[in-house]
């Protein structure tokens, strides 16, 4: 998104960071019911790496935080659907409950926004919009997408990383960007419940591309909140890291918050959400508990706002925030 040349005052800044967050506590209040969100997101999008690589590692991180949010869609739109009648431009639809109300249109461009309240023009653009969606990927398979997207980025950054995906669901395998994974030879995928670590180690292409006399990497984006406390998910960190060489890296990034009521009710409603596959918003305590026995890197396990900062404000709710960090294994 390109801000107007205010972005370059600091009132401004202050204000569009607290309307992101007073948006964030919306979509995630429990009580009334959050609004329904839906996004399809460009493939180009993800390809255009505004800001840096590691700055595209960040926003994939944050696309892929949705999943366990039953009212927040996220689609991808693929270069492979080809003509798609949104190519002249994004554009924004709010609907109300209100059955007089008949929302409206915010269409972007260059100069400026047009607000469009007609009958016809929304009618118009609600067809738009659902051949839009109807020509994206399912939310499951977006999100297979992002996480393949991923690797490339890594290896934009650094052309020799080798990288071994895990996923339990069935459905990734028949993703076309998953299976495009087996052209890589430095990238594999494995169907495998990320719970089970000895399967994972000894699977015959993390030992093809992993050298466990070396130090790696274990990544745990957006991903241990997942795990519930019956299924050890310290114990599965712990055991990931006692199989790799001293000075691997882990590295994770966690859902908390400091109010145990809000971390019961935003548990509540995850599970609620996912049908159950969900595991628990935990507290910085905890998730520090996961780095127990490794030395973290500046500027430390911290909310992740505060993880190499660039003075530009990140959306995130106050009631809750993500938090995690690097360590390394020492020797």
Not at 216 to 243: K, N
């Amino acid at each position: 998104m390109l801000w107007p040349g205010e972005f370059r005052y600091r009132s401004w800044q202050n204000y569009v960071v607290m309307a992101g967050r007073e948006r964030q506590e919306i979509l995630t209040r429990a009580d009334p019911p959050p609004p329904r969100f839906s996004v399809v997101l460009s493939e180009a999008a993800l390809r255009r790496p505004v800001g840096g690589y590691d700055v595209m590692l960040r926003q994939l991180e944050y696309l892929m935080l949705p999943r366990d949010r039953a009212n927040v869609t996220v689609q991808v739109l693929s270069f492979d659907a080809g003509v798609h009648p949104a190519m002249v431009g994004p554009f924004t639809m709010m609907t109300f409950p209100d059955p007089d109300d008949l929302g409206l249109v915010n269409v972007e461009n260059a100069t400026g926004a047009l607000f469009l309240e007609e009958t016809a023009e929304l009618r118009a653009y609600d067809e738009i919009w659902g051949a839009l969606q109807a020509s994206a990927l399912s939310p499951d398979d977006s999100q297979t997408f992002l996480r393949s997207t991923s690797h490339q980025i890594a290896q934009r950054l650094a052309p020799d990383s080798r990288v071994v995906y895990i996923d339990r669901d069935p459905i990734v395998v028949r993703h076309q960007k998953v299976n495009a994974l087996a052209e890589n030879q430095n990238t594999a995928f494995i169907l495998s419940d990320a719970r089970d670590v000895e399967r994972i180690l000894d699977y015959p292409d993390t030992r093809r591309l992993i050298d466990f006399g070396k130090p790696a990497a274990v990544l745990y984006f957006m991903f241990l909140h997942f795990v519930p406390d019956e299924s050890d998910p310290r114990g599965m960190v712990r055991g990931m890291m006692d199989r790799l060489a001293p000075g691997s890296y882990l590295v994770v990034s966690h859902v908390v918050s400091d109010e145990a009521r809000v971390r019961q009710q935003m548990t509540e409603v995850s599970l609620a959400n996912t049908r159950g596959n969900f595991g628990r918003i935990r507290s910085r305590e905890e998730v520090r508990a996961f780095f127990d026995g490794l030395e973290p890197v500046e500027p430390g396990l911290v909310d992740i706002r505060d993880w190499r900062p660039d003075d530009r404000g990140e959306e995130q709710a106050d009631r809750w925030f993500v938090f995690g960090g690097v360590a390394h294994k020492p020797a």
